[in-house]
T-cell receptor, first 113, second 114 residues
Framework: DTGVSQNPRHKITKRGQNVTFRCDPI?????LYWYRQTLGQGPEFLTY????????KSRLLSDRFSAERPKGSFSTLEIQRTEQGDSAMYLC???????????FGSGTRLTVV | QKEVEQNSGPLSVPEGAIASLNCTYS??????FFWYRQYSGKSPELIMS????GDKEDGRFTAQLNKASQYVSLLIRDSQPSDSATYLC??????????????FGAGTTVTVRA
C-alpha cells in the first residue's frame, strides 16, 4: 500500500457538467475525509466517512455535491451542474487515529470554464 | 473568530537562518496539533505533530505548544531553499467526538533566499 490515491489529477470541465472524483485511502484507515482548497487558503472540510457511513457534511457541501464510500473502501465525490466557483483542489485524506493526523492524496485540481 | 489562525506571511528568510511560524487556535480543549508542508501545486505533507506542552524536535524542525495560551509554533533551523513552501497549522478541534477531524489555518508561505 503506497498511500492515498486520487484520480484524476486534473479535470477541466464546462460549466453545468457533472464531474466525479475517486479516492482510494490507505487500506487500514477506516476514516476518510474530503477537503477543498482554493488559492491562498487552507483546506476546508467537506465531509467524512467512518467505514461506509457518512457521518458529517459541512454546510459548504451544497445539494450539488454528493459523496459515497461503498463497502468502506474507495470513495467518490460527485459535483453536479458545476459552477465556476467550484474550481479548486479537492483533497482526500485518510486517518487511523487522532494522534496520527492525515495522510493526503495528491489531490484533484478542478477547473470549471 | 477563525478556528485556527496563522501569520499570513509571506515570510522571507536568508539561507541558514531560523524561520519562525506561529499559529493560534480557538478551542481550549484541543489535544492534537500538526504542521503540514505544502509545495506549490502539491498536496499537504505531514512534517510534525505535537500533543504535550513544550518543545518537540525532529531534525531541523521544532514544534512548540502552549495550551494555556492556545498557541503552537514551528521553528525551522538552518533554513534551506528546499524549505520554501506554505506551512499549514492543523488542529483536532473536538477530541471527544472521535472523528479525528482537523481544522486548518490559511497557511504561512516561507521563502528561503539563497
Amino acid at each position: 500500500d503506497t498511500g492515498v490515491s486520487q484520480n484524476p489529477r486534473h479535470k477541466i470541465t464546462k460549466r453545468g457538467q457533472n464531474v466525479t472524483f475517486r479516492c482510494d485511502p490507505i487500506s487500514e484507515h477506516n476514516r476518510l475525509y474530503w477537503y477543498r482548497q482554493t488559492l491562498g487558503q487552507g483546506p476546508e472540510f467537506l465531509t467524512y466517512f467512518q467505514n461506509e457511513a457518512q457521518l458529517e457534511k459541512s454546510r459548504l457541501l451544497s445539494d450539488r455535491f454528493s459523496a459515497e464510500r461503498p463497502k468502506g473502501s474507495f470513495s467518490t465525490l460527485e459535483i453536479q451542474r458545476t459552477e465556476q466557483g467550484d474550481s479548486a483542489m479537492y483533497l482526500c485524506a485518510s486517518s487511523s487515529g487522532s494522534f496520527y493526523g492525515y495522510t493526503f492524496g495528491s489531490g484533484t485540481r478542478l477547473t470549471v470554464v | 473568530q477563525k478556528e485556527v489562525e496563522q501569520n499570513s506571511g509571506p515570510l522571507s528568510v536568508p539561507e541558514g537562518a531560523i524561520a519562525s511560524l506561529n499559529c493560534t487556535y480557538s478551542d481550549r480543549g484541543s489535544q492534537s496539533f500538526f504542521w503540514y508542508r505544502q509545495y506549490s501545486g502539491k498536496s499537504p505533507e505531514l512534517i510534525m505533530s505535537i500533543y504535550s506542552n513544550g518543545d518537540k524536535e525532529d531534525g531541523r524542525f521544532t514544534a512548540q505548544l502552549n495550551k494555556a495560551s492556545q498557541y503552537v509554533s514551528l521553528l525551522i533551523r538552518d533554513s534551506q531553499p528546499s524549505d520554501s513552501a506554505t506551512y499549514l497549522c492543523a488542529v483536532n478541534m473536538n477530541p471527544t467526538s472521535n472523528d479525528y477531524k482537523l481544522s486548518f489555518g490559511a497557511g504561512t508561505t516561507v521563502t528561503v533566499r539563497a
